[in-house]
């Protein structure tokens, strides 16, 4: 009785053996990004796939492919990388790192993906780990300044500019300045030029160059008594404009000075 007992307690290690070793679970291969939880616009960083197979299985034919955040600045805008590698045994780990700059205004969240496709040995069906990480525009080191009159009258003639200057370590090319429409403000003019009175192309932005940007209208007499300004500096990607930089400034106008009435009694002592 003894020997069958130790025969069906052998058949059953060996059948959990069997079980646990022919059996495929996707935790067998673990997968992470590491990279900053915050950064600045226009800043190299780096984000590192480290990858493991922590499995019984040889993951064979495996392929690495990597999202960049939207939008981002690469030398060759590229922002999706596929990668073979080579088969990975259990216990091995492997890493690869990716630089790159983020795009967008401050607080914008920018999220980098990175999914693994592979064969366990001797299986058929393909299998896929997956991770991201998010990053947040902590920074923007660009200026965007309004430079406004005191007291801008309602029915007069009004003129102000719009500064801008990057201090960011990479060249910012294809941006542009974009402006709300004023309610109660009539464009009539600006140097340099506008594409369409609301839109202005900007040379490409090294470090520590900037501009200035005159505009001149009128102020409606029916204007509400507040002047909403709103600019935007962004950077045109496959035809979306990303913004990096928005400011807004509120002007109070006021209404013109009453005329001064005169009478004949007034003139009186003049005309003797």
């Known amino acids: 009785m003894a020997t069958v007992l130790l025969v069906i307690l052998l058949i059953t290690v060996a059948a959990l053996f069997i079980y646990k070793n022919t059996m495929f679970s996707t935790d067998a291969l673990s997968i992470k990004i590491t990279g900053p939880i915050q950064a600045g616009m226009g800043d190299e960083i780096e984000y590192t796939v480290t990858y ?13 492919v990597f ?10 805008n590229t922002l999706r990388f596929t990668q073979k590698v080579k088969d990975i045994s259990p216990g091995e780990e492997n890493a690869l790192s990716f630089k790159v700059r983020l795009l967008g205004k401050e607080g914008d969240v920018k999220t980098a993906k990175a999914s693994l496709t592979y064969n366990p040995h001797n299986l058929s069906v393909r299998y896929e780990s997956d991770a991201d990480i998010k990053t947040t525009i ?34 910012l090319e294809n941006i542009s ?10 464009f009539k003019s600006s140097n340099p030029a506008s594409l ?11 470090l520590g160059q900037g501009g200035k940007i005159n505009i001149m209208g009128i102020i409606n007499s029916d204007a509400p008594d507040n002047l909403h300004f709103v600019a935007r500096l962004g950077k045109w990607v496959d035809g979306t404009f990303v913004v990096i930089k928005e400011t807004v400034d509120d002007v109070f106008v006021v209404e013109p000075p009453a005329p001064i009435e005169t009478s004949p009694v007034d003139i009186l002592p003049i005309l003797q």
């Not at 300045?177 to 009539?186: M, Q, V």
Request: aromatic share 8%; hydrophobic share 35%; no cysteine.
């Open 196 to 206: 369409d009175s609301n839109e202005y192309k900007l040379p490409t932005l090294m």
């Open 67 to 76: 999202t960049l955040p939207d939008n981002s600045l690469t030398e060759d």
């Open 138 to 171: 902590n920074a923007v080191a660009t200026a965007l300044v309004y430079d406004m009159p005191l007291t801008p009258i309602k029915g007069q003639t009004m003129t102000y500019s719009l500064q801008y200057a990057s201090s960011v370590d990479y060249p």
């Open 52 to 64: 493991k197979n922590i499995g019984n299985f040889v993951m064979e034919n495996p392929k690495l």
């Open 177 to 186: 300045i974009k402006l709300d429409k004023i309610e109660g403000f009539t």
